[in-house]
């Protein structure tokens, strides 16, 4: 039916389409990058000794010392358990799982997995007071993450 009544309703709808569509390209363009995580590089990690997960500030929140394994296959796995400030166990902990050498097909590789932190804030991870990557905490103030080296776009830390 091809009524003066369904073709106003019909253009009604088309502009109603096309004003949804292009305020949702509108508000993508012009809202701040929210991704939740970016790795800066890991670099050689195999001498790593202490990472720090920092706040906004750049002030540490929670710090921990890599313990050191080699696996079965010759791949060097560090973690790191983290404490507060006052020297208080959180629950979380920093991996590094790096290749061995001759293993040209993986790549270093980054884990932080951390609850109780502020949800919504972005940190930054620290390791040997460089700076590897940043991430977001979720509504609960929780990160469990697995970055690869190059697996990320870079993001600035938080300042």
């Known amino acids: ?10 253009i009604e709808l088309v502009i109603f389409s096309v004003t949804v569509i292009a305020a949702g390209l509108a508000l993508q363009a012009f809202s701040p990058d929210t991704r939740p995580h970016g790795i800066t590089g890991l670099g050689d990690l195999s001498a790593a000794h202490i990472v720090e997960i920092r706040d906004g500030r750049g002030s540490v929140v929670l710090s921990g010392e890599f313990r050191s394994r080699v696996d079965a296959v010759g791949n060097t796995e560090k973690d790191a358990e983290l404490t507060d400030q006052q020297g208080r166990t959180s629950i979380g902990e920093v991996e590094i799982e ?13 884990e932080v997995d951390v609850i109780h932190l502020q ?18 905490t979720d509504d609960r103030g929780s990160v469990d993450l697995e970055l690869q080296e190059g697996e990320a776009p870079a993001l600035p830390p938080a300042q």
């Not at 091809?2 to 019909?10: G, K, L």
């Not at 390791?127 to 977001?136: C, H, K, P, Q, S």
């Open 98 to 110: 790096l290749p061995a050498a001759g293993r040209d097909h993986l790549r270093p590789e980054l």
């Open 119 to 136: 949800p919504r804030q972005r940190y930054s991870i620290a390791i040997d007071d460089r700076i590897v990557g940043t991430f977001t």
């Open 1 to 10: 039916m091809n009524t003066p009544q369904a073709r106003r309703t019909t």
